[in-house]
């Protein structure tokens, strides 16, 4: 089991930066699969990126490639989401997830999940 806690989030204005944290409990994370979705209101949560167990092969959504990137450190078990050119649309609450599946695009695959933390980009 994996219990996941973001951090990281806030205010920015647009065109700015900031570095989401997800820390991991328990001795397995480097055996998941884990990404990032996130829940603008009024929408349904949306895949973000994902990256493999190894860190080798990695997904994004086309509306943030060549922005964010992800990342994962699993001596410190914590994955990572830099998010660079923040626009107003990527105002949302961003949730890490992890997954056994790949690839894993879907909130279906993921089994856990963390609670959240709010980014909201101003114009």
């Known amino acids: 089991q994996v219990q996941l806690v973001e951090s990281g989030g806030g205010l920015v204005q647009a065109g700015g930066s900031l570095r989401l944290s997800c820390a991991a409990s328990?001795?397995?994370?480097?055996?998941?699969?884990v990404g990032w979705f996130r829940q603008a209101p009024g929408k349904e949560r949306e895949i973000v990126a994902t990256?493999?167990?190894?860190?080798?092969?990695?997904y994004y959504e086309d509306s943030v490639r060549g922005r964010f990137a992800i990342s994962r450190d699993n001596v410190k078990n914590t994955l990572y989401l830099q998010m660079n050119k923040l626009k107003p649309e990527d105002t949302a609450v961003y949730y890490c997830?992890?997954?056994?599946?790949?690839?894993?695009?879907?909130?279906?695959?993921?089994?856990?999940w963390g609670q959240g933390t709010q980014v909201t980009v101003s114009s």
């Open positions: 990256i493999t167990w190894n860190g080798i092969t990695t």
């Open positions: 997830a992890a997954s056994l599946q790949w690839p894993a695009t879907f909130e279906a695959k993921f089994d856990y």
């Open positions: 328990g001795r397995t994370f480097a055996t998941y699969n």
